[in-house]
């Protein structure tokens, strides 16, 4: 398995960064399904000659739902394993930052991987950072876990907290069942917009092991082809 380093700027979206530098770059990716979209940016951002159609759930309210665009269907919770499985054939699933926000975590990456695209990218983020460990202490709570998300509608609270060694053995064995091999990693290298902080940043995903300092990982599953 290959890894890398993806410098994560803060004041940009995670979503654009990957399909700018990951999923426009992956050589048999000629059409994508978005699962769990949100307002699908990632349409915007994707080389010419990529289809895109996103799909989320109807009350998922984490960012301005998109009306009125044939690339998008928001559809009932209920129905949405069905929808990806009644989905028009894609070489390339997403599921970005959006397993962590569901009951099962499995249930939307198997309906994905039983419909044999190419590839399946899941990001998820690493909430056993450092930086949230430190502020947790001094009283700042986990934003995808704090109590003030009580009466929020569902999508903005994360189901669990994230180990990323323990979900990428979870998805592994899940997804070696269908044929897949985990082929890339990508960590989520911060870059500060402070100027003063970014040599400290450096010196610690230099120093540390990356479960210390990366704000989490994306994994490019890719099918066997045996």
Known sequence: MNYFRLKHKSDCRLAVQITSEIINKLPHATSVLDIG???????????????????DISNACIYEQVKN???????DPNI???????APYHDCLLLLDVIEHTKEFTELVLASAKKKPNYIVISLPNELIIFDRIRFLFGKELPAHS????GLPYGFKHQYIVNIDKARNILVKELQNYGYNLSSEFYRELKPKKFWFQPVMWIISRLFPSSIWSMGSIFIFEKNQN
Request: hydrophobic fraction near 40%; glycine fraction near 10%; aromatic fraction near 6%.
């Open 37 to 55: 979209c949100g307002d699908g940016v990632v349409r915007l951002h994707l080389n010419k000659g990529i289809s895109y159609q996103g799909i």
């Open 147 to 150: 109590l003030d998300l009580i």
């Open 80 to 86: 949405l394993v069905n929808s990806i499985q009644d």
């Open 69 to 75: 665009d044939p690339e998008i269907r928001y559809v």
